[in-house]
Nanobody, 117 residues
Framework: QVQLVESGGGLVQPGGSLRLSCAAS????????GGWYRQPPGKQRELVAS???????HYGDSVKGRFTISRDNAKNTLYLQMNSLKPEDTAVYYC???????????WGQGTQVTVSS
């Protein structure tokens, strides 16, 4: 029972903000390394941001300065704060994480983010 559940997606106007959450079931999955990916319509899935167990972060070039990945280990949750959203940020956003060093990665079901006026 590996469960990663994304939430917080929705419709937002250009320039707006959203915060995505990725909650893992603590009893069966503890987030070690994790990240956010997105898949725009008709395009490949791409890395948005990642965060290691130690808190080191990495961002895709297109979101640097606008998005922030963070984690709350007590809640076993990843977050993605998205600011200054653009129409090209429209995509299904997926959480991805493993539960131990060198362990397999798992995907959440995805949450839709639509940026449109």
């Amino acid at each position: 029972q590996v469960q990663l559940v994304e939430s917080g997606g929705g419709l937002v106007q250009p320039g707006g903000s959203l915060r995505l959450s990725c909650a893992a079931s603590g009893s069966i999955l503890r987030i070690y390394d994790g990240g956010w990916y997105r898949q725009p319509p008709g395009k490949q899935r791409e890395l948005v941001a990642s965060i290691t167990s130690g808190g080191d972060t990495h961002y895709g070039d297109s979101v640097k300065g606008r998005f922030t990945i963070s984690r709350d280990n007590a809640k076993n949750t990843l977050y993605l704060q998205m600011n200054s959203l653009k129409p090209e940020d429209t995509a299904v956003y997926y959480c991805n994480a493993n539960s131990r060093s060198f362990g397999p990665y798992y995907w959440g079901q995805g949450t839709q983010v639509t940026v449109s006026s």
